[in-house]
C-alpha cells in the first residue's frame, strides 16, 4: 500500500486530482483563458504564444499529463515553430555551463553512491555524535555538512540521505510517522535543502539563477566569491533548522544505552577504509581545492567538474564503469535546459516588463519591505510552479525590480534561492515529497515544522544576510 502510495503521489503536484481526462480539460480551459486575456490587453504576437506555451508546459508539469524531460524538450521546440524565437535563444541553454554542470553532477552523486562514501561519512558521523537524540539530528546535519560541497545534485543528496536515515530508524526500532522518525528524516532533508545554498554549484536552480544574473551584470562571480558572500549567513540557516527540529524533540524518549550500542556496531560493520573509497576522497578533495582557486586559475567549476568526472572512468582509477552510466538518468537534463529556455526567449519578448509592473507597486519603500516581498513572493509561487520552473520564469523580472531599487541583482538572486526553499506540503518540491513518501513523515508534524521554519528563514534574511552583505558592501547595484 505505502508503494502505491508513493508512485501516486510522484506523479504529479496535483495528484490529488485522480483522473488525467479532467486534468487536460482544465489544461486547455486555462490556455483558452489566457489567450483570451493577452487578446483583451492587445499584447503583440510573440507575446501572447509565449505566455500559453510556457503556461501550457508548466500545466504538463503540475500535472504530469506527459513526462517532465518530454515536456522540457518540446518547449523551446515550440518556442521556435510558433516563430515566438529563434534557435539560437531557444536552445541557448545548451550552450552554457549548466547541462554539462548537472551531468556532471550526476557523475559525481553516482560515483559516490557506488563506492559508499557517501553512506561512510552519514553513518560515521551519527555514530560518533549520537549519544543523545538531539546529537543524532546534530550527527545527521554534519554528514550532511561535509557531504555536500561535492555532490551537485540536490536530489542526489536528498536519495543518499534519505536511504542513510531510513536505515537509522529502522536500526533504532522507532515507528514510521512518529515524531522521532519524522524528525530524524527531516533532519537530512534540511541540512542537504539549506546548506546547498552556500555553494554556486548547490543545485541546478542556484546555476540559473546566478545566469541571469551573469547576463544583466556581465560580470562573472566566482565559486569563492559566491561562497564568501552566503555562507556565513546559511550555516546560521542550516543550524537554526536544526534547532527548530530539537525544539520540537523534547517529547521524544532519551537513548537508551542499547540504542547507542548499536549505532557504533552499525559503524563497525562498515570495516576499513576500502581503496575505492580513499580514491574517492582523494577525487573529491582534489576538485574542492580547484573549485576554491577559481579566481587564480580561471577555469570555470563547471569544466572541472566535467573533467574530474571523466577521469572516474579510467584504467587505475576506475571509480565508474560502463554499467554506472546506465543507472544515471539522462533524461532529467531534458527537463532542466527546457525550463532554463522560459528566461531567454522571455527576454525576447514584453513578458518580463508586464510581470515586472503586475510586481512593481509591491517593490518600493525600505530595503527591508523589498526582502520581505521578494521572499513572501517565492513562497506563493511554490505553491504553483516547482523551484527550478519558478527560478527560471521570475528571475530576470526580480532582478530588474531590484535594479530600479539601486540593489545588486545577485543579492536578488540570492533572496528568491531563500525564498523558493520555504514550503508547506510535500508536493511543492520533488525533494521534500521524495522523503514524504517513504511513509516514515507525519504530514501534521511536517506542515508544523515547515511553518516555523518558514518565520525563521525571513529573520535569517532581515537579521543575518542584510548585515553581512552590509558587511561587504554588495548590496547597491
Keep these: ?214 547576463q544583466v551584470t556581465g560580470s562573472v562571480l566566482t565559486w569563492t566569491q559566491y561562497l564568501i558572500h552566503n555562507l556565513p549567513y546559511v550555516l546560521f540557516y542550516t543550524f537554526g533548522s536544526l534547532g527548530i527540529l530539537i525544539l520540537f524533540s523534547k517529547n521524544t524518549k532519551p537513548l537508551t544505552k542499547e540504542k547507542i550500542e548499536l549505532l557504533q556496531e552499525k559503524y563497525l560493520d562498515l570495516g576499513k577504509i576500502k581503496n575505492q573509497e580513499k580514491k574517492a576522497f582523494l577525487m573529491m578533495g582534489f576538485a574542492l581545492l580547484l573549485m576554491s582557486t577559481e579566481s587564480i586559475h580561471k577555469i570555470n567549476s563547471a569544466w572541472i567538474l566535467i573533467v574530474l568526472s571523466s577521469l572516474f572512468f579510467i584504467p587505475k582509477i576506475d571509480l565508474l564503469n560502463n554499467d554506472s552510466l546506465k543507472k544515471i538518468n539522462l533524461f532529467s537534463l531534458l527537463f532542466i535546459v527546457g525550463a532554463m529556455s522560459i528566461g531567454s526567449v522571455a527576454s525576447e519578448t514584453q513578458a518580463i516588463n508586464i510581470i515586472k509592473n503586475l510586481l512593481q507597486p509591491f517593490f518600493s519603500g525600505s530595503i527591508f519591505s523589498i526582502i520581505t516581498v521578494s521572499y513572501i513572493s517565492g513562497i506563493l509561487l511554490n505553491f504553483l510552479l516547482t523551484p527550478l520552473a519558478a527560478m527560471s520564469s521570475f528571475t530576470i523580472p526580480l532582478i530588474q525590480l531590484g535594479i530600479e531599487n539601486n540593489i545588486n541583482p545577485y543579492i536578488m538572486t540570492y533572496i528568491f534561492q531563500i525564498s523558493l526553499d520555504q514550503y508547506l506540503l510535500p508536493y511543492e518540491f520533488a525533494g521534500l515529497l521524495l522523503v514524504y513518501t517513504s511513509g516514515y513523515v507525519s504530514l501534521k508534524t511536517l506542515v508544523q515544522i515547515l511553518i516555523v521554519r518558514m518565520g525563521f528563514g525571513l529573520i535569517v534574511l532581515l537579521g543575518i544576510a542584510y548585515p553581512w552583505w552590509n558587511i561587504l558592501g554588495i548590496i547597491s547595484n
Excluded: H
Aim: charged content about 15%.
Design 1 to 214: 500500500m505505502r508503494e502505491m502510495e508513493s508512485e501516486r503521489a510522484l506523479k504529479g503536484s496535483f495528484y490529488t486530482i485522480k483522473d488525467d481526462f479532467y486534468k487536460w480539460i482544465g489544461t486547455f480551459i486555462t490556455l483558452t483563458i489566457v489567450w483570451i486575456l493577452t487578446q483583451k490587453y492587445s499584447l503583440d504576437y510573440k507575446t501572447s504564444i509565449f505566455f500559453v506555451i510556457t503556461i501550457f508546459a508548466i500545466l504538463l508539469w503540475c500535472f504530469s499529463l506527459i513526462p517532465d524531460a518530454i515536456t522540457g524538450l518540446l518547449l523551446p521546440t515550440l518556442y521556435v515553430i510558433f516563430k515566438v524565437s529563434s534557435p539560437a535563444v531557444a536552445f541557448k541553454a545548451w550552450t552554457s555551463t549548466i547541462p554539462w554542470l548537472v551531468l556532471a553532477a550526476m557523475l559525481i552523486s553516482t560515483m559516490l553512491n557506488e563506492t559508499g562514501v557517501a553512506r561512510r561519512i552519514g553513518i560515521w558521523s551519527i555514530a560518533k555524535f549520537g549519544k543523545t537524540f538531539s546529537t543524532i539530528l546534530l550527527g545527521i546535519t554534519l554528514a550532511g555538512i561535509i557531504i555536500t560541497p561535492f555532490i551537485p545534485s540536490v536530489i542526489a543528496k536528498i536519495i543518499i540521505f534519505n536511504i542513510i536515515t531510513i536505515g537509522l530508524i529502522e536500526t533504532l526500532g522507532y515507528k514510521p510517522k512518529s515524531l522521532e522518525a519524522t524528525l530524524i528524516i527531516m533532519a537530512g532533508f534540511f541540512v542537504i535543502s539549506t546548506f546547498r545554498l552556500g555553494f554556486a554549484t548547490g543545485d541546478s536552480g542556484i546555476i540559473i539563477g546566478l545566469n541571469y544574473a551573469q
